[in-house]
């Protein structure tokens, strides 16, 4: 079972949230989520998202800005954990 990146994750919260993620994918994300608090945060914050709008933020809303910053960040927790 190969295990998801951080970015992989960035890209299918939504489907995660929504719970459309084939079941095997599902289980290597919540694996993924098991040992990474980055992502834990991250998903943490699409569903507050999702809260406060109503709505899921679809990829055009997170803009290249925001997806790289996420992604820069999660390699700062990486390189720390
Ligand atoms: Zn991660």
Redesign the pocket.
């Known amino acids: 079972m190969s295990e998801l990146s ?1 970015q992989e ?1 960035v890209e299918l919260v939504t489907d995660y949230i929504e719970d459309t993620m084939p079941h095997e994918e599902r289980r290597r994300f919540e694996h ?1 989520l098991s040992y ?1 608090p ?2 834990v945060t991250y998903v943490e914050q699409i569903r507050e998202t999702i809260r406060a709008t109503g709505e899921l933020p679809r990829e055009e809303t997170l803009s290249p800005a925001m997806r790289e910053g996420l992604i820069a960040q ?1 390699r700062l927790w990486q390189r720390d954990g």
Do not use: A, D, S
Request: aromatic share 14%.
């Open positions: 951080c994750i993924h990474c980055g992502c999660f």
